[in-house]
């Protein structure tokens, strides 16, 4: 079974860093885009940031400067290095896999999102 798994979330005073990871297991992939998304409560998810396979990155006006995304296809996993924090960065952060897996010689279509890991700024 593919499971994204996201860690590094909690709870940092504002104008602090925290550092998201977010891995993927359970098969062999090969993956294309990935993508960090997060929602407040009562609000929309929304995209916060995307790098595609060739390293091209978007971000989110709200959080350009500030945030990185980085990933490491040998260990399956995307980061997002969060600096500057402020109290409207609070949310639910998701990761967001494309690309493909493969199991018993087969090949499946990767698009999935991890559970969420919970980032709170707040003094």
């Known amino acids: 079974q593919v499971q994204l798994v996201e860690s590094g979330g909690g709870l940092v005073q504002p104008v602090g860093s925290l550092r998201l990871s977010c891995v993927a297991s359970?098969?062999?992939?090969?993956?294309?885009?990935m993508a960090w998304s997060r929602q407040s409560p009562g609000a929309q998810r929304d995209l916060v940031t995307t790098?595609?396979?060739?390293?091209?990155?978007n971000y989110a006006d709200s959080v350009k400067g500030r945030f990185t995304i980085s990933r490491d296809d040998a260990k399956n996993t995307v980061y997002l290095q969060m600096n500057s924090l402020k109290p409207e960065d609070t949310a639910v952060y998701y990761c967001?896999?494309?690309?493909?897996?493969?199991?018993?010689?087969?090949?499946?279509?990767?698009?999935?999102w991890g559970q969420g890991t919970q980032v709170t700024v707040s003094s």
């Open positions: 790098m595609t396979s060739g390293g091209i990155t």
């Open positions: 359970g098969s062999v992939f090969r993956l294309d885009s």
């Open positions: 967001k896999f494309q690309g493909k897996y493969y199991r018993n010689g087969l090949e499946f279509i990767l698009n999935s």
